[in-house]
């Protein structure tokens, strides 16, 4: 077997981290954008109310954001150790 075909055959067994996590990452950034203006509100006038009302009105949005470590430990890869 040649050095091409190792090099080729290595390519192919290892999706690239962006392919890899491109589900996480599409997850994390629509939360965000979700609760963009509640975060906004929540920076200038934090009380517990408009906390609990943000954390009710985007349910969604709040479990994926507090969900996204967990997430991303399942969509990565192993690294090999050396």
Known sequence: ?????M?????LSKP???KSHFLPILLFV??????RIELRLLFD??????????IKDH???FTILFASPIV???YSFPRKLR
């Open 1 to 5: 077997m040649s050095i091409r075909e």
């Open 59 to 61: 349910t969604l949005a």
């Open 7 to 11: 090099l080729e055959k290595d390519k």
């Open 72 to 74: 991303w430990s399942k």
């Open 16 to 18: 690239s981290y962006i």
């Open 45 to 54: 006038y934090f009380t517990l109310t408009s906390l609990m009302f943000a």
């Open 30 to 35: 629509l939360s965000i954008w979700d609760i």
